[in-house]
């Protein structure tokens, strides 16, 4: 895992790997603080993240993070069925890892919470080097369960629960040059959709009726090339993902990105990324047809996005060995736009875009 880890790093930042392969190693004891606006669609979410990473007799590695969102609504679904609203939701996720020869064991449990909504999870990740540390195989598998409310109705309405299955493989394949393979399975039973969510069937609002079951598959393909020999200091980066599950849903995202030193201390990225989806099978803006299941949740119609992003970091000079601070700033700018989901208000389709800025300050000792 170092010597995948130490290329990336480099790749990221623009130098050239030249460290020897070791064994696997700890995470790096570290603090974070982080603020976070998402603006667009009728939605403002703000809030922090607070996340501290401490090792303990260099065996075992903690970590704890807090997550705030402050949410007000007013999006597209809700305005033209229900009143705007004003809600917070807190995250709290802990993890553990450990280092057992050339293999990193991790365990995770998160837990989230809104005035309607808990979701729980657990996970479990081993990642392992062979052939020197040029190539790492990683497996994990997460289970998670969520109670589901609705406002006005005592106790819970409903249920769902969740299995993620993932693996992956990380090659360095020359000292400028890594890929990564990663594919995921997940399996959802339950209760699928939102109870404040309506459908139409000729032009009258019913409440949408999701399966109760669905599964889905996704492979990334990423590759990260270190170009400091044309360009010092630089390094660019694609990746491509597909999804595709058994609602029907086919999507693609597909994303570039360079980062170039500019100055001691000063690192620029920027990126650009495209997502394409086709509807689910039971997707209608207005069914002209009774069926079991129907549902008018744009995430699941037809839409392409793209979105444009720009990420800062500083790090703070003059500080002692194994110190390090970093100031970091990101805004990405989002667009959505809609094939067969119209916007009830004006009859055209529907499209937004969002901003999403990110202040974190990062603290390594």
Request: net charge positive; no cysteine.
């Amino acid at each position: 895992m170092q010597a995948a880890r130490g290329l990336l790093q480099a790749l990221l930042g623009g130098a050239v790997a030249t460290g020897a392969a070791q064994a696997a190693t700890l995470p790096a004891d570290k603090a974070e603080a982080m603020y976070h606006v998402y603006e667009g669609g009728g939605v403002k979410a703000t809030g922090p993240a607070l996340l501290v990473r401490k090792s303990i007799a260099d065996r075992v590695s903690l970590s704890a993070q807090y997550y705030v969102d402050a949410v007000s609504n007013a999006s597209i679904d809700v305005v033209t069925t229900a009143s705007p609203f004003y809600e917070k939701r807190t995250a709290w996720d802990f993890s553990a890892d450990t280092v057992v020869r050339d293999s990193t064991i991790s365990l995770s449990a998160s837990r989230s919470t809104e005035p309607d909504y808990i979701a729980e999870a657990v996970g479990f990740d081993v990642s392992h080097e062979v052939f020197g540390g040029m190539t790492v195989v990683s497996l994990g598998t997460t289970r998670s369960r969520d109670l589901v409310g609705r406002k006005g109705d005592q106790g819970w309405i409903d249920q769902a629960s969740h299995w993620q299955h993932r693996v992956g493989l990380t090659q360095i394949l020359t000292p400028r040059w890594l890929v990564s393979v990663n594919a995921e399975a997940v399996a959802d039973s339950g209760f699928l959709g939102s109870p404040y969510r309506a459908a139409r069937v000729f032009g009258a609002a019913v409440p949408e009726r999701n399966p109760r079951t669905r599964s889905s598959r996704a492979v990334k393909l990423r590759s990260l090339y270190d170009t400091g020999q044309w360009v010092k200091g630089s390094s660019v980066r694609a990746e491509v993902r597909r999804f595709w599950d058994n609602w029907d849903i086919k999507a693609t995202t597909t994303e570039f990105g360079w980062a170039q030193h500019v100055g001691e201390g000063w690192l620029v990225d920027a990126s650009l990324r495209f997502h394409t989806q086709s509807k689910a099978l039971f997707y209608s803006d207005n069914a002209q047809t009774e069926t079991v299941f129907v549902s008018r949740n744009r995430q699941l119609s037809t839409f392409k996005s793209t979105g444009l992003g720009a990420r800062v970091s500083y790090t703070w000079p003059g500080l002692p060995l194994g110190y390090d601070v970093k100031l970091i700033g990101a805004l990405e700018r989002k667009s959505f736009r809609f094939a067969d989901f119209t916007d009830l208000r004006t009859g055209n389709p529907y499209s937004y875009s969002a901003n999403v800025l990110q202040l974190t300050v990062q603290a390594n000792f």
